[in-house]
């Protein structure tokens, strides 16, 4: 099997070209903030320039780990799905689904590698650079010099690898258990109880704000994680969200969109499920983002009224958010585009019988818009609700204010980018599909 994996890889490089983008940039991250660990046990480098980078490293590493398997698991399961007729005649040859699995496995495992040694020249170019920022904002010594070594190099592949591996192993079984019809209501409640358990804490992480002195250096981490657990749990539960909102919203599309708006609420409520790495993404991005900016924005502004300095320990946080919230956009964005390609390009069959059937393409493509309107709508709903539950009650028991002093600008960028990447990503891949002619995409399909 591995040696089919290394033959599938070197006969057709750019099927996994995506996964290959996908765990370069995360290694990049990964190695990039792994050589602050690097720099930080090097002889002769004071407690507090330590101090600094190894609480910046961990941060950022733990985030930018979960961050890179959902990047890598968005990616695997695209080339998955597409991959369903080959998978289909290898198990008619006589493949096992374990040997399958091995394959694929072996494929994820050898582009992850492939990903990472790309990494490592800009990882070290950028361990360099994110040190110098650090040394200017005053958080580590001016003497200290960079390092990239064993810790850099080891979180990096591993990582990599691990995500990889796992995602496609996971990927393949979702798809193994599809085909066979094994999807059942186990796994539906194994979703509700996760993504109403995250809503839970994540209140409660918002709610104990209140029970906070106002002054307390630490007020910060309750509102932003609660705001990022509450992110996760809409994202958990958006497929029976949108379904339900779709419902509500059937007579109203019809009635301003006509015909594709009430086709395009009919598809999205059939395939909710389908959708679900849409919006996991979409929430999560627009809740993090939303909330991690405004509340540092608060904070800030708050230091700077009080007159005192900003601590080498209050730069930290600022660095961290900042970062984190690059972070969180760079991947945000990969998966959205990864699973709204999939969504869409999957759907060439559907769009060919609808041309047949006498649906223009131009129709097609409306049909499409709505979909991905009524998508980014629900999506940075769920993601600004999320949001705002963690920016109030900060901003109320920081400063005695109800609404931060930041004004609606950061909201609006946060939501220009996810309604471009969105649209664009839609409709790009639908008009694509749409030059195959009707007959042929219905045929190749079949």
């Known amino acids: 099997m591995l040696f089919l994996a290394l033959r599938s890889v070197r006969k057709r490089p750019g099927r996994f070209l995506a996964t290959l983008l996908s765990a370069f940039l995360g290694a990049v991250i990964i190695m990039t903030f792994s050589s602050l660990h690097d720099t930080a046990a090097a002889p002769g480098v004071d407690e507090v320039s330590s101090e600094s980078m190894t609480i910046s490293a961990s941060v950022v590493g733990g985030y930018g780990s979960l961050l890179v398997f959902f990047a890598i698991a968005s990616t695997l399961t695209v080339s998955v799905r597409q991959r369903a007729e080959e998978i289909h005649l290898l198990r008619c040859t006589g493949a096992t689904p374990a040997q399958v699995t091995r394959m694929i496995v072996g494929e994820s495992a050898v582009v992850a590698l492939a990903g990472a040694a790309l990494a490592v020249g800009p990882a070290m170019l950028g361990g360099r650079l994110l040190l110098g920022l650090f040394k200017d904002s005053g958080q580590v010594a001016a003497d200290v010099g960079p390092v990239f070594g064993a810790m850099a190099l080891g979180s990096g592949f591993g990582i990599a690898v691990l995500a990889s591996v796992g995602a496609a192993f996971l990927a393949v079984r979702r798809a193994t258990k599809a085909a066979a019809g094994a999807r059942g209501p186990s796994r539906r409640r194994g979703r509700t109880l996760a993504g109403s358990a995250a809503v839970v804490a994540g209140t409660g992480g918002v709610l104990t704000t209140y029970a906070v002195d106002g002054t307390e250096e630490m007020l910060m981490m309750f509102p932003a994680y609660g ?64 909330a991690t900016l405004y509340i540092q924005g608060v904070e800030s502004d708050w230091v700077a009224a009080s007159g005192l300095d900003k601590t080498v320990d209050d730069k930290n946080v600022e660095t961290l958010n900042l970062v984190v919230v690059g972070i969180i956009v760079v991947f ?47 999506g940075l709903v769920l993601g600004t609700v999320a949001g705002i539950a963690g920016i109030i009650p900060f901003t109320m028991v920081r400063t005695d204010q109800v609404l931060p002093d930041q004004g609606p600008g950061t909201w609006l960028a ?33």
């Open 227 to 290: 705001a990022i657990l509450l992110s996760v749990g809409f994202a958990v539960l958006a497929p029976s969200l949108l379904g339900r909102l779709l419902g509500l919203l059937r007579g109203p599309l019809a009635a301003m969109g006509g015909a594709g708006g009430y086709l395009s609420a009919r598809n999205l409520r059939r395939r909710g499920a389908e959708l679900a790495g849409v919006l996991m993404p979409m929430i999560i991005f627009t809740g993090m983002a939303t």
């Open 332 to 378: 945000s964005c990969i998966m959205l585009v990864n699973s709204l390609y999939a969504a869409t390009s999957y759907r060439s069959r559907e769009f060919g019988q609808q041309r047949l059937a006498g649906a223009t393409p131009g129709q097609v493509l409306g049909v499409v818009g709505w979909e991905a309107v009524l998508l980014t709508l629900t």
């Open 414 to 446: 946060i939501m220009a980018v996810a309604t471009v990447v969105t649209l664009g990503t839609s409709l790009g891949t639908a008009r694509r599909t749409l030059r195959a002619p009707a007959i042929d995409a219905v045929t190749v399909a079949a």
